[in-house]
């Protein structure tokens, strides 16, 4: 298959990850349980990445019932799965090229709402190809999760993903839009459908524990800028504020906010409060549709 301008060694980087992230989401899935910790998965999956020799491309993401996304245990946090629909995101990258992809486990007896997810982006993944429109391969991922009876994220999309950035363009809608954009081969992108059984958007609640550096600057306050010495290790990509070892991180974090030096990101959760299913991969377009580097998570791979 063609891979168009992708260099031959970004592409291989690229493959490398998504097969490091395969490896662990199917490894730390199935200890998703009633009565097992998260913050037990999220540092199993996170410490089975580095030990691989990868990156963290963001802090591993479990987010419960009506939680979509940028939720992370906090350092001390002893909550257990219960009854619950869980939604594991992880990302991965091997010298900054990334994979991103995440699986739907449920508790609570939806399993129609989970395939819902998983029908949308095994759909997505079909209609990916050169000169395809991105809100065609929304329209396909609508078309699923309706017909299964559920609605589709509609201010959640899928992104492009880049070397050390895990969010860029082209945005992939989850429905069908009028203005988008085509896809090229080369394109790295990683597609992500969200079902629900509520009206089908997402608001930001109050927790936050997955932050970014976005800018540099000087602060007064020590420990400030002992978390700054530590931003460096994480290649300006998002991280957890318990990765930090700073005594004192979380008002630390607050002094590095208000100085526009980083920016958190809040757990986001649907408007009703109703359940959402999730289901991930990262593929490569190519000639004759596309590659997906974390092929081996979703049923139907």
């Keep these: 298959m063609s891979i168009g301008e992708l260099d031959v060694d970004a592409v291989e980087s690229y493959r490398e990850a998504g097969a490091i992230l395969v490896e662990t989401m199917n490894e730390a899935r199935e200890m998703i349980e009633p009565d097992v910790s998260q913050l037990e998965v999220a540092e199993y999956a996170e410490d089975a990445i580095r030990e691989a020799g990868a990156g963290l491309a963001f802090p591993v993401n479990i987010s419960v019932d ?65 000169g395809v429109e991105t809100g065609t391969v929304g329209a ?11 609605t589709p994220i509609l201010n959640l999309t899928g992104h ?73 290790a994480f290649d300006d990509l998002p ?17 590095l906010k208000n100085a526009d030096i980083i920016k958190g990101y809040p757990v986001l959760k649907e408007a009703d409060g109703q359940l959402i299913s999730q289901a991930e991969h990262t593929m490569i377009v190519t000639e004759d549709g596309c590659e997906v580097t974390t092929a081996g998570i979703h049923d139907f791979d």
């Excluded at 799965?81 to 869980?86: L, P, S, Y």
């Excluded at 992809?101 to 050169?130: F, N, Q, R, S, W």
């Excluded at 991280?239 to 607050?254: E, I, K």
């Design 239 to 255: 991280f957890a504020a318990r990765w930090l070892d700073s005594s004192r991180a979380a008002m630390a974090l607050r002094t």
């Design 66 to 130: 009506e939680a979509a996304s940028h939720a992370t245990p906090a350092r001390d946090d002893d909550t257990e799965f219960g009854d619950e629909m869980v939604c594991l995101d992880i990302g991965v990258h091997v010298d900054g090229y990334i994979a991103d992809a995440a699986v739907t486990v449920d508790y609570t007896g939806h399993d129609d709402m989970v395939a819902a997810a998983e029908d949308a982006l095994e759909a997505a993944v079909g209609a990916v190809g050169p």
């Design 160 to 232: 492009g993903v880049e070397r050390y950035d895990a969010h860029t363009g082209p945005s992939i809608p989850n429905r069908a839009v009028d203005r988008s954009v085509e896809l090229e081969v080369g394109d790295v992108i990683a597609i992500e459908p969200f079902a629900t059984d509520g009206r089908g958007k997402v608001g930001e609640g109050a927790t936050e524990e997955i932050y970014e550096q976005v800018g540099d600057g000087s602060v007064r306050d020590r420990r400030a800028r002992q978390v700054m010495d530590e931003l460096e």
């Design 140 to 150: 396909a991922i609508e078309n699923a999760i309706e017909g299964r009876g559920y």
